[in-house]
């Protein structure tokens, strides 16, 4: 079975500096995608960065962009310019290739912007 | 992506009532929908898949008599939940499968009195 740990339940950043969230998974299939979204305290789900494992290439959104290591299976969002409407729960989840199959998440970690 | 919603956003009823929640599709015509709940300061916890036309799959614990989901079109999917007690108040959220990513709607607040 697939697992995804977040091991940082809480972090905080000032604005306009950069944070890293940590996220790793486990699984034994080769072709997968891996997604970060974000909850902020409307509670709406929303789709911040998505990964294909069979890609090297880090992806990247505007501000947001992952370390996608495939061999130590981690997946680490990193946020730039950190802004105030960046605080939200954010988690890291992992979706199985060719079938649709279900979102295996981690269990989130609440990210504080500072002024 | 994908555009999803919910209705209603927040609903209250009284011990013993059935309520219903439903998902709807707005952009696109999802065979696939997912009906998750989530407590407070917690992660999701998949209930169901529901593919439309067929009978939906239960996760593990939930109790398919008490969470009826009909996927009867290609743009809904609902949740009714029947005989509803205090211990079913929580946040429930539907998403549908869309070129191998999952796109939520807002969610429903349900509180049972």
């Known amino acids: 079975a697939q697992t995804v740990t977040q091991s940082q339940p809480e972090m905080s950043v000032q604005e306009a500096e950069t944070v890293t969230l940590s996220c790793t998974y486990d699984?034994?299939?080769?072709?997968?995608?891996l997604f970060w979204y974000k909850q902020p305290p409307s509670r709406q789900m929303i789709l911040v960065i998505r990964q294909e494992a069979y890609k090297q290439q880090n992806a990247t959104e505007n501000r947001f962009s992952v370390n996608f290591q495939k061999a130590a299976k981690s997946f680490s969002l990193k946020i730039s310019d950190s802004q105030l409407g960046d605080a939200a729960m954010y988690f890291c989840a992992y979706l199985m290739a060719g079938t649709a199959s279900k979102l295996t998440f981690g269990t989130g970690t609440r990210l504080q912007v500072t002024l | 992506g994908a555009v999803v919603s919910q209705h209603p956003s927040w609903v209250i009823c009284k011990s013993g009532t059935s309520v219903k929640i439903e998902c709807r599709s707005l952009?696109?015509?999802?065979?696939?929908m997912f009906w998750y709940r989530q407590f407070p300061k917690q992660s999701l916890m998949l209930m169901a898949t529901s593919n439309e036309g067929s009978k939906a799959t239960y996760e593990q614990g939930v109790e398919k008599d008490k969470f009826l989901i009909n996927h009867a079109s290609l743009t809904l999917s609902t949740l009714t939940v029947t005989s509803a007690h205090p211990e079913d108040s929580s946040f429930y959220i539907c998403?549908?499968?869309?070129?191998?990513?999952?796109?939520f709607g807002p969610g429903t607040r349900l509180l049972v009195l």
């Open positions: 998403g549908i499968y869309r070129g191998e990513t999952q796109y």
């Open positions: 699984t034994s299939e080769s072709d997968y995608y």
């Open positions: 952009d696109f015509q999802a065979t696939t």
